[in-house]
């Protein structure tokens, strides 16, 4: 079946330090891919999401783009700020209405 | 930005009994999901509902869960009866379109003891 796997299970760093966040995918397919922020004692919130091959999506300073060759959909953020401190789920859905998540990266941002 | 609301935020029960949790996803959505988290483990997908019916469900959708929405009131989620390993992080979730935006509520979290 579908799976997704983010590599790191923790990352810390200091403020303006540049994030890389791991994720790649196993699918059938062309799946959608997804990037959800959670912050403690909240559900997941939408960050962004790309269909196809090479493209980007970006929102509050993350990116990533989808690579299919590599299977991949790193999130990226070029200076992390304290706030940005959340577990972060690479996730993807490829046909019918599921997301399937990956275990996770919490990001801890020190001042 | 558009609110799931889920009801109660956390519920202690004795296992064996019914339990039944409460979603009130965003009022123009036609999608309806439940997760389950238990802690410190992912994310994983249970079922989804649309129109009125059941599309998909995982193999974590045992025969004592079910889910209904009826005339367009809570989106709920009943186990019964519980078992201990039912413990976790419920989240409701809801979308306008299949595969698109998905809101989630804050999660309802349910002990069995």
């Known amino acids: 079946g579908d799976s997704v796997t983010q590599t790191e299970g923790q990352v810390a760093l200091s403020e303006e330090d540049f994030l890389t966040i791991h994720c790649n995918y196993s699918?059938?397919?062309?799946?959608?891919l997804f990037w959800y922020v959670q912050y403690p004692g909240e559900g997941p919130q939408f960050l962004f999401r790309?269909?196809?091959?090479?493209e980007k999506g970006s929102s509050r300073g993350f990116e990533a783009t989808y690579d299919k060759g590599t299977t991949s959909f790193h999130l990226r953020k070029a200076s992390v700020q304290e706030s940005d401190s959340a577990v972060y789920y690479c996730a993807l859905n490829n046909a019918g209405a599921k997301l399937t998540f990956g275990g996770g990266t919490r990001l801890t941002v020190r001042p | 930005g558009p609110k799931v609301l889920q009801i109660p935020s956390h519920q202690i029960i004795d296992m064996g009994q019914m339990v039944t949790l409460n979603c009130d996803p965003v009022?123009?959505?036609?999608?309806f999901y439940w997760y389950k988290q238990i802690l410190g483990q992912q994310m994983e997908f249970l079922v989804n509902f649309y129109n009125g019916k059941v599309m998909e469900k995982s193999k974590l959708f045992k025969d004592q869960f079910s889910v209904e929405r009826p005339d367009g009131s809570y989106f709920t989620l009943k186990i019964q009866p519980t078992a201990l390993e039912d413990s976790a992080v419920y989240f409701c979730?809801?979308?306008?379109?299949?595969?698109?935006?998905?809101?989630f509520g804050k999660g309802t979290r349910l002990t069995v003891v």
């Open positions: 009022s123009n959505h036609l999608y």
């Open positions: 790309a269909s196809r091959d090479k």
């Open positions: 699918a059938s397919g062309y799946p959608a």
């Open positions: 979730a809801s979308s306008l379109q299949g595969a698109t935006e998905v809101f």
